[in-house]
Antibody
Framework: QVQLQESGPGLVKPSQTLSLTCTVS??????????WSWIRQPPGKGLEWIGY???????YYNPSLKSRVTISVDTSKNQFSLKLSSVTAADTAVYYC????????????WGQGTLVTVSS | QSALTQPRSVSGSPGQSVTISCTGT?????????VSWYQQHPGKAPKLMIY???KRPSGVPDRFSGSKSGNTASLTISGLQAEDEADYYC????????FGGGTKLTVL
């Protein structure tokens, strides 16, 4: 059974960089059948795509966040990571890592989510 | 990319059917047969309920069905049960992906 687990600080100061890592178990991140994605959800609000990465390293970022986002992959550790720079309170959200099945164009596995609060 | 448009809330009594709409444009919902629906209970990660407009993953009850007409996709839940009370999000491929704003389903 595939499992995804987010890890990283739960509190980030304004203007700093948010960094999260997703560890994938039960399957290989190097499979060509999937994109590996970050999705966030502000408290009480809806879901927002942040971006995704293919195992080869090719990426796509939400245009609204593109200038601040970097997603990277470490196939040797079966992990992928998110960096979001210059954060503000508006970036406070539950951050999910997720697996997109390319052929289905849908997310079949999600991490449990991690709340990141931006506050001084 | 603008978020897809969903009603904020819908409700129904146990045993009834409800339909949640998801309206986009010809660049997303209308342009691709890659509409998916997710169910999210409070404090939990979303769960895939429908993909490719009308296909159900293994384990999803056949009470859940999807359809699309033009730029609007729909999720219908028949034989409502208490455990169906949740938030539902549509999602469409549009070069990348875009979510709807979410619909809160209340089972009366």
């Amino acid at each position: 059974q595939v499992q995804l687990q987010e890890s990283g600080p739960g509190l980030v100061k304004p203007s700093q960089t948010l960094s999260l890592t997703c560890t994938v178990s039960g399957g290989s991140i190097s499979s060509g059948d999937y994109y590996w994605s970050w999705i966030r959800q502000p408290p009480g609000k809806g879901l927002e795509w942040i971006g995704y990465i293919y195992y080869s390293g090719s990426t796509y970022y939400n245009p609204s966040l593109k200038s601040r986002v970097t997603i990277s992959v470490d196939t040797s550790k079966n992990q992928f990571s998110l960096k979001l720079s210059s954060v503000t309170a508006a970036d406070t959200a539950v951050y999910y890592c997720a697996r997109i099945v390319i052929q289905l164009s849908a997310v079949d596995y999600w991490g449990q989510g991690t709340l990141v609060t931006v506050s001084s | 990319q603008s978020a897809l448009t969903q009603p904020r809330s819908v409700s129904g009594s146990p045993g009834q059917s409800v339909t949640i709409s998801c309206t986009g444009t010809s660049s997303d919902v209308g342009g691709y047969n890659y509409v998916s629906w997710y169910q999210q209970h409070p404090g939990k990660a979303p769960k895939l309920m429908i993909y490719d407009v009308n296909k159900r993953p293994s384990g999803v009850p056949d009470r859940f069905s999807g359809s699309k007409s033009g730029n609007t996709a729909s999720l219908t839940i028949s034989g409502l049960q208490a455990e169906d009370e949740a938030d539902y999000y549509c999602c469409s491929y549009a070069g990348s992906w875009v979510f709807g704003g979410g619909t809160k389903l209340t089972v009366l």
